[in-house]
């Protein structure tokens, strides 16, 4: 589990400075960049809960 908390802690990181960079910074306009960030970003936390839920379905199981 550490190392998955490690890796989740990664992601975070690299997602909050791609938002600071395309969001928050006054300079940059809104486009495509933000959008498809969106969407990158939505795939990947979609597909880490689906990992996470199947992480825990499996220890459970095991436990029965």
């Known amino acids: 589990m550490d190392f998955r908390r490690s ?6 990181t690299i997602h ?3 938002f ?3 969001l928050f910074d ?7 960049d ?3 960030l969106f969407q990158d970003v939505g795939k990947t936390y979609l ?3 689906e990992q996470i839920s199947e992480s ?6 095991l436990q029965d």
Do not use: C, K, N, Y
Not at 7 to 12: E, I, K, M, P
Not at 26 to 32: I, L, N, R
Not at 56 to 61: K, M, T
């Open 56 to 61: 825990f379905a499996l220890e459970h199981s």
């Open 7 to 12: 890796h989740l802690r990664q992601v975070v």
């Open 26 to 32: 006054e300079d940059t306009p809104v486009g495509t």
């Open 34 to 36: 933000l959008a498809e």
């Open 20 to 22: 600071q960079r395309l």
């Open 16 to 18: 909050q400075a791609m």
């Open 47 to 49: 597909r880490i809960s």
